[in-house]
């Protein structure tokens, strides 16, 4: 017994003398900080937003159809660029509010802002009416774009129709991983929100300046061939109810808007086809609608068995992988993911095990993507294979983007030679050859 109290004492004495040697800490003349959190933009700009939106909307497709003045849609582009890109610095924008209308579709649990649902609807609204004037001089994508668009050079049409399906590629793979909640690939991949910003992903930034060499030389890429939202516009704007129109009278077939446009949008004269060539015509679309159920099948197949790398964009999957090379001690760092995971004490079979579930459902959404893809270059052979006559010039409804360049070089239109942002239009070579 005594031996015990020795200890006892043993025990405390030292505990007595430690605490001596370290007071408490008074802290009752510290002044405790607090925190605080930056006062956001509040409600109002985005309504601001919303109503310069609107505005821009209704001045691009005046000057547009009405006006047909190149020079005011190249201010408005300005003003475009200015307010929506370094201002705002490029949010809320209408190409990336695509994911958020496709989470608020599938997750019910997803409230969505409804000036979001603004940006994303009210262009597709003036598109259907009016054309791609959102393209002409609002999106400050497009018109950081336009500005260095300087020395362009056509480029063949194959090519052109091949690229072009980059973008519905890209807007099916931003659907799908928006609609799971994984990624918001529009806004993770945005060439230009680095320089809106004035900083940011330095691969990004990169990628923004290749876009924007590009761009001196082939008209507008990203709108062309990576723009999701563009896709979708580009099939409001075939059905437009007005859209610009090259000669306001008669076109007389000069053929200087075809080689002024950069963006190769617009047609030339296509004549009625012979007996023979419409019965080759016939025979070659009866086979492309014959294999185009294969070609979505062998697409979808592919797309299926792709749900390891498509699942790679998942922050779960990511974790468990990183878990994984630390316990086998392959992996010579940790990451901030995986030591909060292990702090937390969660378990990790369980992480395993949900891992699990999801690539096999991301093994059906690659299935999706694939018959996707499958579908979008059926439709586009289906698409060429129809012969469709017209005897002048004319906007491709689809592709054009209302940015006025052409009417710089139309002999009968009433635009005068000139009007734009140059004191002078570039002389395109059949000009030459005419005059």
């Known amino acids: 017994m005594s031996g015990c109290l020795g200890i006892g004492l043993i025990l405390i004495v030292p505990s007595m003398a430690m605490a001596e ?41 005046y000057f547009a159809l009405v006006a047909r003045s190149r020079k005011h849609l190249f201010a408005l582009s300005f003003a475009s660029l200015v307010w929506f890109g370094f201002v705002r610095q490029g949010c809320v924008c209408s190409i990336g509010a695509t994911q958020n209308v496709s989470l608020a579709l599938f997750d019910p649990a997803y409230v969505i802002p409804i000036t979001v649902v603004v940006f994303f609807l009210l262009p597709l609204l003036f598109t259907l009416f009016f054309g791609r004037t ?16 300087i020395k362009n050079v056509q480029i063949p049409r194959w090519v052109d129709h091949s690229l072009g399906l980059l973008a519905w590629i890209y807007l099916g793979a931003a659907v799908i991983f928006s609609a799971t909640g994984t990624a918001f690939l529009i806004c993770r991949y945005d060439p230009f929100v680095g320089f809106f910003r004035l900083g940011g992903n330095a691969n990004m930034m990169i990628a923004g300046g290749v876009l924007l060499l590009t761009g001196v030389f082939i ?9 999701p939202y563009g896709a ?27 080689e002024a446009c950069p963006y190769g949008a617009i047609e030339a004269p296509v004549a009625p086809a012979l007996p023979s060539e419409a019965s080759r015509g016939r025979s070659r679309l009866g086979w492309i609608l014959l294999a185009s159920p294969l070609i979505v099948a062998v697409f979808a197949a ?3 068995m792709m749900r390891g790398p498509l699942s790679q964009m998942d922050p779960d999957v990511q974790l468990a992988q990183q878990l994984r090379m630390e316990t086998l001690g392959l992996a010579t760092t940790t990451t901030d993911a995986s030591d909060a995971f292990r702090n937390a004490r969660r378990d990790e079979r369980a992480l395993y095990e949900s891992v699990l579930v999801k690539q096999q ?9 694939g018959a996707w893809i499958g579908v979008v270059i059926s439709v586009k052979l289906v698409s060429l294979a129809i012969r469709r006559p017209h005897s002048d010039y004319r906007a491709d409804t689809k592709n054009c983007v209302s940015c006025g360049r052409c009417f710089w070089y139309c002999p009968v239109g009433d ?3 000139g009007k734009g942002v140059a004191s002078e239009p570039p002389v395109p070579s059949q000009l030459v050859q005419i005059t």
Do not use: K, N
């Open 415 to 417: 635009a005068p030679v």
């Open 361 to 369: 459902q991301f093994g059906r959404l690659g299935w999706m993507l």
């Open 302 to 304: 592919t797309g299926s």
């Open 134 to 149: 959102f393209c002409a001089a609002v999106c400050p994508l497009g018109a950081i774009q336009e500005f260095v668009s």
């Open 232 to 258: 979708v516009l580009s099939v409001f704007s075939r059905f437009s109810r007005f859209h610009v129109r090259i000669p306001p009278t008669q076109c007389i077939t000069c053929g200087l808007c075809s």
């Open 219 to 227: 008209g507008r890429p990203y709108c062309r061939f990576l723009c």
């Open 21 to 61: 040697l370290i007071p408490t800490p008074d802290f009752t003349s510290h002044a405790i900080p607090t925190t605080e959190v930056p006062p956001g933009d509040g409600a109002g700009w985005e309504y601001v937003d919303v109503a310069a939106l609107a505005i821009a909307l209704a001045l691009a497709s």
